[in-house]
């Protein structure tokens, strides 16, 4: 019997050849692994079984709905994030403007009020009112505020202050710590750059030693861990690789190990990626490890390299898009790590993310779009560094390249103490 | 819902700070969130009391053994809040407190929530106070023995290796974790991690001896990549095609244990004998052989990358290929102009 519309990737007769392969040498890793796939292989089967023509949909009503109430309400389900609430507002804010619902202005302009009372007196936002800056509420909070890109918005960030905040978790070696008295890992340095940039505050000597820090994260498996030693980990291989491009320094990488890493990450039969050598899928990485494709895509063509695709990016865009739309959402709204996990913000933003990496390639010149199932499954393009749509970093930069470079006031990078 | 019956139970039989009277003399600070709050989360009343008398301590500065036992119960609450955790340290030594008993803390909170990023950085600070980590090893693999690759785990076990210079027997400790799971890529890492830190890989026969171990474990389980990333791992400095004898030894697998990652790592080692211009090896066959491979695993065995093989592919025919530029459409590459770059830097036009 023939199909109208061509057989989804993981409905494909050879399919089942891609399960994972044991050896006859069962370990935890390939029970766990074994575990996972039948979970898929019983969402596939349901959705056969009720779609004779699968086109798989986004449930973006649901979404919505979910990420409006959320916006606004959590349940005590969230104390657990009450040092993260920018975070939420980030979460929340991106996966609407991908979904290209518009935020209210008085919404927006209540987000600006709350994130500006997470600012704190010395710079950097912390994560909640009154709560020690820390890089990752920052990052959050700024990115929020551009999303927003009111006047209003921009205007809650104090640039000299947050310039200080950067000074004070500067290290010699050229990295950086999360808060003060606190850990270093290459995220720190993502966030630095990330916020750094879009306001306009990076100084001569703000990054000194920083891209050859993040070059000592490489291993030998071509991702990046989250200090010099570590595993290779898309989260902070994203990070490292993000602040490099920030800087200006991504060429210094061995890109060919690096791309060798993240392609092989994506899972034969799932379709999404792990974040890990030999660990499980999981949604969120639909972002942090696909999101590399664009990077190295324009680090690779910089460096004069012709024979990079001209129509994609190099990893399976239709299966990623196929693991987030049949197995990565939640009926009521919201999408998650995999079957049979809770839906929660985060997940809900990277997948989302995810999935328009897969959907878009190019730029705005040259753009090829991809998208699996309906039309009405598109979600904006974003932005592979900052992850938030292009227009809002543009908007973001063109605004606070009119403001001049704030001159640092606050105590010279030194080893913080550390309590 | 038995859950939500159990939490409105507790919240009735708790005796809230702002009730008992060694507290009296101290105002809670309720959280400022505005007049039109945001992502605002729906407390418990035990959460609510406990941050509200944190942030009436913090307002004030208070140095204290009331305000140390509010911080437990504040962490107990939200063990990730990042500005408790650094009012703790801050009061374990403005009160000269027993750090000792600070470690037995901390060693039950991590047993408990063994994923969150402040407790490991708390036992961490700890430890360097005291200059004491004989304990470290032995907590981290209790951990490990639960989660063989908890992130924050290893990084705990790296530093204090590093710090303290405790290498001895570490890699012992690995290969009982790879006889455990030989798909545990975490100690596949560690045990890069001990060789680069103790001997390094340039002595012949320390490099014989893992070239030796890996491929006994490929042999065990073919299909492990963590195994044939460390192969290659290990290989990438002195070259694939190099070792003397790797290629026979990995094309004789190939009957009894084939796998994309068998053929993949043919196309490593082919591709390092066309870089160096090997004169052991028929340059023409390396190309040859490269691209068949790459056809195969595109189309046939890895078919999920074949956009990275078909890459591979291009790359090779254009560096090494005798006849034209190669490009990915059929048409003559346009000369890069900067418009085709996705916007990514701050400073493009």
């Known amino acids: 019997m023939e199909e109208a519309s061509p057989p989804l990737r993981c409905f494909r007769e050879s399919h089942s050849s891609e399960l994972f392969s044991d050896d006859g040498v069962q370990t935890v890793t390939s029970k766990e692994q074994r575990k996972v796939e039948r979970s898929i292989q019983e969402v596939y089967s349901v959705y056969q079984q009720i779609h004779t023509s699968p086109q798989p949909a986004l449930l973006r009503e649901q979404h919505y709905h979910y990420l409006k109430k959320g916006l606004r309400h959590l349940s005590d389900a969230y104390e657990c994030l009450d040092a993260s609430r920018p975070w939420l507002c980030y979460w929340i804010l991106h996966s609407l403007e991908l979904l290209e619902e518009p935020v209210p202005a008085a919404v927006a302009s209540d987000v600006c009020q709350f994130l500006a009372r997470c600012q704190s007196p010395t710079g950097g936002f912390g994560g909640g009112p009154g709560q020690h800056a820390h890089l990752a509420p920052t990052y959050a909070a700024v990115n929020a505020l551009c999303i927003l890109g009111t006047e209003e918005a921009y205007k809650v960030i104090n640039r000299e202050k947050l310039l200080d905040f950067l000074y004070s978790v500067k290290q010699p070696d050229g990295s950086f710590v999360m808060h003060v008295g606190g850990e270093v890992d290459v995220r720190s340095a993502y966030c630095a750059a990330s916020v750094a940039s879009l306001t306009n505050i990076i100084t001569p000597t703000l990054f000194d030693g920083t891209h050859n820090w993040i070059l000592s994260c490489q291993n030998w498996e071509g991702g990046l861990g989250g200090v010099p030693g570590l595993e290779a980990h898309g989260g902070y291989t994203f990070c490292g690789t993000a602040a490099l491009v920030i800087l200006g320094k991504e060429h210094m990488l061995d890109l060919k190990a690096l791309l060798r890493w993240v392609t092989s990450k994506q899972m034969r039969f799932e379709g999404g990626f792990q974040g890990r050598c030999n660990k499980l899928v999981d949604g969120c990485y639909s972002f942090w490890q696909a999101g590399l494709l664009p990077l190295l895509h324009r680090a690779l063509f910089k460096e004069g390299d012709s024979t990079l695709s001209e129509s994609s990016w190099m990893f399976e865009r239709e299966a990623l898009q196929e693991y987030i739309l049949l197995c990565c959402q939640n009926p009521g709204g919201g999408l998650l790590d995999k079957p049979g996990k809770s839906r929660d913000f985060y997940h809900t933003c990277y997948c989302l993310s995810g999935l328009s990496v897969a959907q878009h390639f190019g730029n705005k010149d040259l753009h090829n779009e991809l998208i699996l199932g309906r039309d009405e499954n598109r979600l904006a393009p974003t932005h592979p560094v900052y992850n938030i749509c292009p227009e809002k970093v543009a908007q973001a930069i063109e605004h606070f390249h009119q403001l001049p470079v704030p001159v640092q006031t606050g105590p010279t990078p030194s080893a913080m103490d550390q309590s | ?349």
């Not at chain 2, 505005?34 to 307002?59: C, H, W």
Request: charged content about 25%; hydrophobic content about 35%.
């Open chain 2, 1 to 349: 819902m038995p859950y939500q019956f159990y939490k409105l139970l507790f919240n009735v039989l708790v005796f809230y700070f702002r009730d008992r009277k060694e507290w009296a003399d101290l105002e809670p600070v309720p959280q400022d969130d505005g007049p039109n709050p945001v992502v605002k989360i729906a407390y418990s009343e035990k959460f609510t009391d406990v941050f509200d008398m944190f942030r009436a301590l913090l307002q004030n500065d208070e140095k204290s053994e009331r305000a140390f036992a509010l911080t437990t119960e504040a962490i107990d609450l939200n063990a990730a809040n990042y500005t408790v955790w650094h009012y703790r340290r801050v009061l374990l030594q403005a009160l000269d407190k027993d750090l000792r008993e600070e470690m037995k803390y901390i060693t039950a909170i991590i047993e408990d929530q063994p994923k969150n990023y402040q407790v490991w950085h708390h036992r961490r600070m700890v430890v360097e106070w005291l200059n004491d980590p004989s304990e470290e090893l032995q907590f981290v693999a209790e951990i490990l023995s639960q989660d063989a690759k908890n992130y924050h785990a290893w990084q705990h076990r790296q530093w204090v290796m590093q710090e303290y210079k405790l290498w001895d027997g570490e890699l012992e400790y690995v290969e009982e974790l790879l006889e455990e799971d030989v798909r545990n890529n975490s100690a596949w890492n560690q045990r890069h991690f001990v060789i680069n830190h103790t001997s390094g890989y340039s002595d012949s026969s320390i490099l014989d001896r893992e070239v030796q171990y890996t491929l006994k474990q490929i042999k065990k389980a073919p299909h492990n990549e963590s195994a044939w990333n460390y192969l290659n791992g290990i290989l990438q400095d002195g070259g694939l095609s190099s070792f003397p004898g790797l290629l026979e030894q990995v094309t004789e697998l190939q009957d009894t244990c084939s796998s994309p990652y068998l053929t993949a790592f043919l196309v490593d080692l082919y591709e390092d004998a066309l870089e160096t211009n090997s004169s052991s090896y028929d340059q023409q066959e390396m190309f040859n052989k490269a691209l068949e491979l790459c056809k195969f695993l595109a189309e046939e065995k890895d078919t999920i990358r074949r956009e990275y093989w078909n890459y591979v592919s291009r790359s090779l025919q254009n560096t090494y290929g005798s006849g034209d530029p190669v490009s990915a459409s059929s048409d003559p590459p346009p000369p890069p102009s900067s418009s085709q770059l996705p916007d990514m830097e701050p400073s493009d036009p």
